[in-house]
C-alpha cells in the first residue's frame, strides 16, 4: 500500500513539473501562429505579409495566423514571455533583453532590416558633427532602444558622453510625431530617429546631419530582427519553418519588386493605423532601410555590450541568443 502511494505521489510530482517546464510540449502542433510586429517601415516583411495572407495560404485551412501590433518594444517583450505572442518582429536591443530576462526562452530566429535611422538637426542650427552635440539636448524615441544605444555609441566615438553619465549631452526620449514642433520651439536641436521620420522631419524643414550609413557600421546594423520564443520552436518545427519560407520570400519580393511593395505597405499602414505615408516620404525612407534577412552579429553583439554598459541587461547573452 505504501508502495502504490509512493508511485502514485511520484507521478503527481512528474505531472507538476511537466506542467511548470512545458514537458509534452514537443508533442502538441498549435493550431494558431501568434506573430507580433509594429505599424512601421522597418518591419516590412510583416506589412506584406499580413496585407497579402500569404503566411494564412501557406500554413493552409488548419492552421491560424494571429497578427498582433505593437508600439514599443517592452510590450512585445511581455507578451513573449507570456506566450501570447509565438513568433515577433522586433527591435534587435529588446530582442537581446528579452533573450538574457528569459535565460534563453526567447531567441533570435532571422535578420528582417538594416539601418533606418538618421541624424537630423534643427533647421539653422550650426552643428556640423557629433563632436558639436556637446552642451546640446538630442531626441531618441525611447530609452535603451536601438537609436539611444546607437547614439551612445556614436556619443562614445567623439568622447561625449551624456548628462546622466557626467557629460553634457542632454539625451531626451521624445515621441517621434513630437520632435518637429520641439525643434522648432527650440526645446531639442537634434534627434536621431528612424525611418519615416527621418524623412517626414526633412520635409518639415529639418537638416541632415548623419545619413544612416553614418550612424553605425556603415549602415550595416540590425535594425528589427524576429524572434520565436524556443518551445514553440521545439513544438513546431514545421510551421517555424514555413514562416521563415514567407519571410524569405516577402524579403526577395521587397527587393525586386519595391515600388509595388511599398503600394501594398502604404496600404496596410493606412488600415490598420488611419494614415498613409506620401510617396515621397516611404520611397525616401527605403533608400535609407535595407531589407535583408541575414543577421550582422557583430552589431547584436556591440548592442549587447552597451546594455549591459548601461544596465539595462544584467549580463551579455550566451549562445541561447540564436535559434538553432
Not at 522597418?42 to 495566423?65: C, D, F, N, R
Not at 537638416?207 to 535594425?223: A, K, R, W
Amino acid at each position: 500500500m505504501k508502495k502504490r502511494k509512493l508511485f502514485a505521489l511520484a507521478g503527481m510530482l512528474v505531472m507538476m513539473a511537466c506542467g511548470i517546464s512545458g514537458c509534452g510540449a514537443k508533442g502538441e502542433t498549435a493550431t494558431e501562429v501568434n506573430i507580433g510586429y509594429f505599424n512601421n517601415v522597418t518591419h516590412p516583411q510583416a506589412l506584406l505579409m499580413k496585407a497579402e495572407g500569404s503566411l494564412e495560404s501557406a500554413y493552409g485551412s488548419e492552421i491560424g495566423v494571429k497578427w498582433t501590433a505593437f508600439n514599443a518594444g517592452p510590450a512585445e517583450v511581455e507578451a513573449l514571455f507570456a506566450g501570447d505572442i509565438d513568433i515577433g518582429y522586433i527591435g534587435p536591443v529588446p530582442a537581446v533583453s528579452a533573450n538574457v530576462k528569459s535565460m534563453g526562452d526567447v531567441q533570435i530566429l532571422s535578420g528582417a532590416t538594416k539601418g533606418g535611422a538618421v541624424l537630423v538637426k534643427k533647421q539653422g542650427s550650426t552643428i556640423s558633427s557629433v563632436a558639436d552635440l556637446a552642451g546640446k539636448t538630442v531626441a531618441i524615441p525611447q530609452l535603451g532602444n536601438t537609436q539611444h544605444l546607437s547614439l551612445l555609441h556614436l556619443l562614445a566615438e567623439n568622447h561625449l558622453q551624456p548628462v546622466t553619465d557626467g557629460g553634457d549631452v542632454n539625451v531626451s526620449a521624445v515621441a517621434n510625431a513630437d520632435v518637429a514642433n520641439m525643434m522648432e520651439r527650440g526645446d531639442i536641436e537634434a534627434a536621431l530617429v528612424p525611418e519615416p521620420w527621418g524623412a517626414t522631419l526633412e520635409s518639415q524643414g529639418a537638416e541632415l546631419l548623419l545619413d544612416y550609413n553614418q550612424i553605425y557600421l556603415e549602415g550595416q546594423y540590425d535594425v528589427a530582427v524576429v524572434v520565436v520564443r524556443k518551445d514553440f520552436q521545439e513544438a513546431n518545427p514545421e510551421l517555424v519553418q514555413k514562416f521563415l519560407e514567407q519571410h524569405e520570400a516577402a524579403t526577395k519580393k521587397i527587393n525586386e519588386d519595391k515600388e509595388n511593395c511599398l503600394k501594398t505597405i502604404n496600404t496596410e499602414l493606412k488600415n490598420a493605423t488611419g494614415k498613409s505615408l506620401g510617396d515621397d516620404i516611404i520611397a525616401k525612407a527605403f533608400e535609407r532601410i535595407v531589407v535583408n534577412t541575414e543577421l550582422n552579429k557583430e552589431s547584436i553583439q556591440g548592442f549587447a555590450e552597451i546594455s549591459k554598459e548601461q544596465k539595462f541587461i544584467q549580463k551579455l547573452p550566451d549562445d541561447s541568443l540564436y535559434a538553432k
